[in-house]
């Protein structure tokens, strides 16, 4: 059963950082591309980052770039999500996924308020 739990958020002050992670239990985590994605209230969620496999290759939103970064331990099942110079724009529910042929998997997700 394939598990995804993410922890860090919490209340920031604006240009402060925030480090997310995403543990992942029950598939084999080093075979899948990781995603986090974001969603504000009243907002769609939102693509935020994506890091590949064995983390060779990272994508980013536009809104992002420059400001978090996305990374992966394979040998401890977890990907994070560093934000940098966080603005009042990134507050949302921060959640991690992946995606398999069949399925999407989603975490419950961790709540980001950027806030003074």
């Known amino acids: 059963q394939v598990q995804l739990v993410e922890s860090g958020g919490g209340l920031v002050q604006p240009g402060g950082s925030l480090r997310l992670s995403c543990a992942a239990n029950g598939f084999t985590f080093s075979r899948y591309v990781m995603n986090w994605y974001r969603q504000a209230p009243g907002k769609e969620r939102e693509l935020v980052a994506t890091?590949?496999?064995?983390?060779?290759?990272?994508n980013y939103a536009d809104s992002v770039k420059g400001r978090f970064t996305i990374s992966r331990d394979n040998a401890k099942n977890t990907v994070y999500l560093q934000m940098n110079s966080l603005k009042p724009e990134d507050t949302a529910v921060y959640y991690c996924n992946t995606k398999s042929i069949l399925n999407n998997y989603w975490g419950q997700g961790t709540q980001v308020t950027v806030s003074s």
């Open positions: 890091i590949s496999n064995f983390g060779s290759s990272t």
